[in-house]
């Protein structure tokens, strides 16, 4: 009760501080930057905070530990049973009995809708911008690695989830942090869970909502011409209003169509502008290996691309995070371990695919400049990023790269953008929503609170500029990771047990394919 | 040994003829017919959707279901069961050609009787129509009512 009292305050100072600043300011854009970056910068500092002696984000460390631990307990998982994840998604192994109910492959979708996105798009370009081809390399690592992370969270997701009285569930790292430690007898499972479930709501206004509405922002305003945020800002919170409060499920079903279509538009034509410099990828491949241990000329060197390509791997595919876990937990079966061999499907096609075509023609259509004579990449003025044709970076240095190819990609890049964006949003608002009422209980006031909020937060972040809103929403996401991956440490055990057991029904026949 | 009949309904008029089809087959065969009613719902395990309407899937598909049973299904066998048929219906989800064979072939079917839909045009022409689908793969005969 006291914990709902101070998070209520807390909104409520905050959006009178934020209300009263706009008021004052002379531009609203520059009232929300300032408000912003000041009121979020020692949340920022605190958790990439570098390890002593070093310039190395102890997050990502604690990420990549994970990571390797997971592997490792589960003797690598994302490589033994990808073949029978593949199966499950196509439903081999599906009772028809359970149709109608949610599918392994809509759970995984739907999870994919919340993850693929701008990570992809404009994080790969922001990875490779600062740190190099190399960065590839280590986002590729951080994408087969965090396969396992997914899986270990979306079992847990499934196992633990509420099932209510009227058929709907709620699932994800709160419920399984405070009732996986109960039932191993550890202490403390409640308090994480409820760290958890803050950090996510502030991860689904961060990485979830203001990134996005951010970068939608920029992309239209580099095909309209220069006009302020707060006014894609309205239109977006108005339109993710109709949808959440609303109840306009038609936008959202047109969404969710639309979605994989742009998906697969952008992929078949990064498949294309690949098979187009075919003679090239040979030498881009070169460039990730070499780049990826020598930096070639980066900020930062071997360190700066490794950091860049765990940072925007996690950021892309949420592994650890616990994001998806939440996305999962609404499958149809009685083995939550099939749910968790589902979801390692997510990173690789998030990252290892995606990511890495983005990549892969960001570096052959020669955005970057390199010094003939050294091999090496030029750095920007700043010294901060490597120097680009046109001086881009982020969404507009991908669509500079496609437009190299295909000049009238940008204008469908924006489209996706946005349509990306909005998928997102609409994902994370049922993210941060199912954190919200862990914390302050089901209920429509509750639930009306957190979507107004929600929505305001969309006004936010169209209007900040993209160096803040990219430090909070990376901040927030990793926040959610550090209380998830501590879960996932004490109750891998469980997981592992479950793991045994289904291989050796499989291996005995006992579980059998329907189809 | 009994002869079963599937009809496909679908709360239409189009199934309301199947069924009266239905009714005048299983007259002429006799008392040893059972006719097996079958609604189906459309539904793809590949289709796309939001986190909410995942969350929510269970109770819609209760919901659809106690519907379907209640309007279609339920008033379709009792009207059978009092003109003395031996009638039993079943709701499901999924491809309505697929599922209606997979009945068929479960129950030992002679055949399965379904309506002429009214959907033509450009939908039924891209896509195909539902009868047209199950005529060409179904395993059992299949008797079109127009």
Not at chain 1, 192 to 211: P, Q
Not at chain 1, 330 to 347: C, Q, Y
Not at chain 2, 103 to 131: D, K, L, M, W
Request: hydrophobic share 50%; aromatic share 12%; net charge neutral.
């Amino acid at each position: 009760m006291r914990l709902k009292n101070t998070m209520y305050s807390m909104m409520v100072l905050f959006m009178g501080l934020f209300q009263a600043s706009i008021a004052k300011a002379e531009g609203i854009d520059a009232a929300v930057n300032a408000v912003f970056a000041s009121s979020t910068g020692w949340f920022v500092s605190l958790i990439f905070a570098p390890l002593p002696g070093t310039s190395f984000p102890w997050i990502v460390l604690w990420l990549v530990v994970g990571a390797t631990v997971f592997t490792l307990y589960f003797g690598f998982v994302q490589f033994r049973a990808i073949g029978h994840s593949i199966d499950l998604v196509k439903g081999e192994y599906s009772d028809p009995k359970d149709a109608g109910e949610v599918s392994h492959f809509q759970a995984l979708t739907t999870a994919l809708s919340g993850t693929v996105g701008l990570g992809n798009i404009a994080g790969v370009a922001v990875a490779i911008g600062i740190g190099g081809p190399g960065a590839t390399f280590w986002m590729i690592l951080a994408g087969l690695m965090g396969m396992a992370s997914k899986f270990v969270e979306c079992t847990l997701g499934v196992k633990y989830r509420n099932e209510y009285k009227d058929g709907s569930v709620s699932g994800g790292p709160m419920y399984y942090i405070s009732k996986g430690f109960e039932e191993r007898g550890l202490p403390g499972g409640k308090f994480l869970a409820a760290l958890f479930a803050v950090f996510c709501i502030f991860g689904a206004f961060g990485g979830g909502n203001m990134f996005q509405a951010n970068q939608a922002h920029a992309q239209l305003s580099s095909v309209i011409g220069d006009y302020p945020g707060w006014i894609t800002g309205i239109i977006f919170a108005v339109i993710v209003f109709l949808v959440i409060v609303g109840g306009i499920k038609s936008i959202a079903r047109v969404t969710e169509k639309i979605v994989p279509f742009m998906g697969v538009l952008y992929v078949g034509a990064g498949v294309v502008i690949l098979l187009m410099n075919i003679d090239q990828i040979g030498w881009a491949f070169g460039q990730i290996f070499e780049g990826a241990f020598t930096g070639l000329g980066v900020a930062g060197g071997m360190v700066g691309a490794l950091i860049q390509g765990f940072k925007r791997a996690a950021f892309s595919n949420e592994a650890g995070v616990g994001s998806a876990a939440i996305a999962h937990s609404a499958v149809k079966t009685n083995e939550p371990i099939t749910e968790g061999l589902v979801s390692l499907l997510e990173p690789f096609i998030d990252t290892v695919v995606i990511c890495t075509m983005t990549a892969l023609v960001i570096i052959i259509t020669g955005q970057l400049v390199s010094d003939p004579a050294t091999g090496l990449y030029v750095l920007n003025e700043a010294g901060t990023a490597i120097a680009t044709q046109d001086g881009s970076s982020g969404v507009a240095l991908t669509s500079a790269a496609f437009g190299s190819a295909f000049t009238w990609f940008p204008y469908i890049l924006v489209l996706a953008v946005v349509m990306f964006a909005f998928s997102t949003m609409l994902s994370w608002s049922y993210y941060g929503l199912k954190a919200w009422t862990y914390l302050f209980g089901e209920g429509k006031k509750a639930e009306m609170t957190f979507k107004v909020l929600f929505c305001l937060f969309v006004i936010v972040g169209a209007s900040a500029s993209l160096g803040p809103v990219i430090d909070f929403s990376d901040a927030m996401i990793f926040a959610m990771a550090v209380v998830n991956i501590i879960g996932l440490y004490f109750l891998m055990p469980i997981v592992k047990k479950e793991y045994i057991s289904y291989f050796a029904r499989l291996k005995s026949g006992e579980i059998k394919k329907f189809k | 040994m009994s002869t079963t009949l599937i009809v496909g309904i679908d709360g239409s008029e189009a199934g309301a003829r199947a069924l009266s089809y239905t009714k005048r087959l299983a007259t002429l065969i006799g008392s040893d017919c059972k006719i097996e009613v079958v609604y189906v719902i459309e539904w793809s395990p590949y289709s796309f959707q939001t986190p909410e309407e995942n969350a929510q899937r269970n109770k819609q598909r209760e919901k659809a279901i106690s519907i379907a049973n209640e309007r279609i299904v339920e008033p379709a066998i009792k009207s059978l069961q009092d003109e003395g048929f031996a009638a039993e219906g079943r709701v499901l989800h999924g491809k309505v050609a697929h599922l209606l064979n997979s009945v068929a072939v479960e129950t030992n079917a002679e055949q399965i009787v379904v309506a002429r839909s009214s959907a033509a045009g450009f939908t039924s022409r891209v896509f195909g129509s539902v009868t047209a689908n199950l005529v060409m793969s179904s395993t059992v005969p299949v008797t079109v009512v127009s």
